[in-house]
């Protein structure tokens, strides 16, 4: 007889997964998947023409909580944002920069995830002025307490992420410098490489690879 198969421990049985979670489950890897073909430029215009960018930020919006799928639809968004067609489409409908702000309100400790969101929301105020001014009324002030505490955790331990003794000394925020618009051609900056700049800030935390 044929040897039977060995079932992978990093993959579970479907039929042992609880009916609600089996999707998640599935969401998590796709969104993965997807992760890696955005890396590649040429997917870009099967992105934006799937409707696939609008889909992931409605997938951020309906899962919040779930920090893995917020990771990994963070990270595609993060590549796509860097051109004007994907950022159009997401600041086309209030409800996406809705669901990216909301995201940065609850996993405001999530050194990695944070970064991402940081980032995509960095390319799109920068080329859209409705959008720096609806981020303004809606998420400045805690954009401000988390330069501050980071700020602050930086110079006291290097670029690890604050601890808890950090966020509990926080005073109030100081005015920030205004954002500096971003190049989508430029190849050298860390801006337009958020895998990179997790790298870097996360160095010292053990930031996930790309």
Known sequence: LPPTPRRSAAAPAASSLEPAVRPVHLLVQLSATLRNLAVSGSSRKQFVGSGCVEDLCTLLHTTPQHSELCMNVSRVLAKLSLHEDVRARIGADPR???????????????????????????????????????????????????????????VAHGSRPPSASTKENIAQPHLAQPYLPVRADSATSTRDDPEGCAAVAGAGAGAPGS
């Open 96 to 154: 996406h920069l809705s669901a990216l702000v909301q995201a940065v309100q609850l996993h405001h400790d999530d050194w990695p995830l944070l970064i991402r969101l940081c980032f995509i929301l960095g390319n799109l105020s920068a080329s859209n002025s409705r959008i720096r001014e609806e981020l303004a009324k809606s998420l400045l002030p805690r954009l401000l307490q988390l330069l501050q505490m980071h700020a602050i955790a930086a």
